[in-house]
């Protein structure tokens, strides 16, 4: 499987050990991170374009990841979510990592460099790695919602923009019993 990395300097000694372990594992490890160090860098584009080559490879039928990271990993994540076609997921334990695939077909993984520990990191992506989408009928219709929403702005209907009965007059209303 191709997995496309990034981070920022935050990350850069973690990535290096990533994509060594990505590699032995027998994975095409493509980073998009900084190829210098620079403690004023921004992850933003870094991210963004990982995202950009998963979505890319995914359109072409190319088994793809993405795995970005950072301090906390949120940042990350909300730049590669901005790529369209991306569903990156924030994850901090074995758990969140499966459902993240299971649930959500998460195709970005986020993860904070300084939050855990390298091996701890390390069994988060690969479990997201091993784990497929089942493709349960619950969270297919779910993602496609997600997808038409980014697409042309389509939602479901909001069931508030229903006025409810009014109460007649001679109905009352008790707040204590909702």
């Not at 998009?32 to 950009?52: E, K, M, N, S």
């Not at 730049?79 to 959500?104: D, S």
Request: glycine content about 8%; hydrophobic content about 40%; proline content about 5%.
């Amino acid at each position: 499987m191709r997995i496309h990395i990034a981070t920022d300097h935050a990350g850069m000694e973690f990535s290096t050990r990533l994509q060594h372990h990505l590699a032995e594992a027998g994975h095409d490890v493509v980073d998009h991170g900084p190829v210098t160090y620079d403690p004023l860098d921004d992850y933003p584009a870094f991210c963004i374009r990982a995202a950009q080559a998963v979505a890319e490879d995914q359109a072409r039928g190319i088994p793809t990841l993405g795995v970005v990271f950072g301090g906390s990993g949120n940042g990350e994540q909300i730049a590669a979510n901005k790529v369209r076609g991306i569903r990156a997921a924030l994850v901090w334990n074995i758990a969140t990592a499966e459902l993240a695939r299971e649930h959500n077909d998460a195709n970005v993984i986020a993860i904070g460099a300084r939050q855990h520990t390298f091996d701890e990191a390390v069994g988060f992506i690969d479990r997201f790695i091993a784990t497929p989408f089942p493709g349960e009928e619950r969270h297919a219709r779910r993602i496609a919602q997600l997808a038409a929403y980014e697409t042309d702005g389509t939602l479901e209907a909001d069931p508030r923009a229903v006025k409810p009965d009014v109460l007649d007059a001679s109905e009352t209303f008790d707040p204590e019993a909702g």
